[in-house]
């Protein structure tokens, strides 16, 4: 089982510091026919702690023909502090409420986590808002549906009936003011709304691909061998509400 704590470290340490501002809540889709720096921003030159093995470097992010790729792999920097390095993009509008989503394929193997997720930089150590899907590289058959609330952690596994590594996939949520609904491929898989009225902070959008050695009870063993391993996002997208229809 995945420890609060990895939630809490991420909210903490993973992002570089950011200034929460009034939400734009601009629709938008983005097929990444390359990296729009003027809309998004690579995580670069950091780690997200003690728990995870990887740290963020913007030469791990790149744009293909099936949209972008974050490839995680042994560390060749000189100034490594882990030993494994990998990419994270986020979006640098901010938002409050609406549909998101993103599609993507996901790499198989211990120790990984391919993530899909909004933030808000935390206000006290009680005072998170995060929402996240994640899907771990040693369970491809089910996704975690998470989020964080001002020191509150919810936590739910639904079976997604694919191979998250085999094909690409929407995985997407409706966050309202009362309720968060989980969409995979466009079908509702689940309802939350357990303390989702704390969720009232505008928030970021990102997409990352980590790793752990020191949770391998959640996670499973990493296997050095295999790497490298690709996340391949072929879209993300927003729109205020959602209309029944997926916007990837």
């Known amino acids: 089982m995945r420890p609060a704590i990895a939630g809490i470290l991420l909210s903490f340490i993973t992002l570089a510091p950011a200034v929460a501002q009034e939400p734009s809540n601009t629709a938008f889709v983005e097929h990444f026919r390359g990296i729009d720096q003027e809309r998004w921003r690579p995580s670069d030159g950091w780690s997200s702690g003690d728990w995870f093995s990887t740290e963020w470097r913007a030469s791990q992010v790149n744009a293909g023909r099936s949209g972008a790729r974050l490839t995680l792999a042994a560390n060749t920097y000189s100034d490594a502090q882990k030993p494994y390095m990998s990419g994270e993009l986020r979006y640098l509008g901010w938002f409050r409420y609406g549909y998101f989503a993103s599609r993507f394929r996901a790499p198989r193997g211990g120790g990984l986590v391919a993530a899909f997720f909004t933030f808000a930089d935390p206000i006290s150590a009680d005072g998170q808002n995060e929402i996240d899907m994640e899907l771990t590289g040693n369970a491809m058959r089910q996704i975690e549906l998470t989020y964080h609330v001002n020191g509150h952690h919810h936590r739910d596994i639904v079976q997604l009936g694919f191979d998250a590594s085999r094909g690409f996939h929407?995985?997407?949520?409706?966050?309202?003011p009362d309720s968060?609904?989980?969409y995979i491929d466009n079908r509702l898989v689940h309802t939350s709304r357990a303390d989702v009225e704390g969720l009232n902070?505008?928030?970021?959008?990102?997409?990352?691909?980590?790793?752990?050695?020191r949770m391998p009870r959640w996670l499973g063993r990493i296997d050095p061998s295999a790497a490298p391993w690709i996340?391949?996002?072929?879209?993300?997208?927003?729109?205020p509400e959602?209309?029944?229809r997926p916007v990837c």
Request: charged share 15%; with cysteine.
């Open 231 to 239: 996340m391949t996002v072929s879209c993300v997208g927003y729109a």
């Open 180 to 182: 968060i609904r989980w």
């Open 242 to 244: 959602y209309r029944g």
């Open 201 to 213: 902070r505008p928030q970021q959008i990102f997409v990352s691909l980590w790793n752990s050695q």
């Open 170 to 176: 929407t995985y997407a949520f409706d966050w309202r």
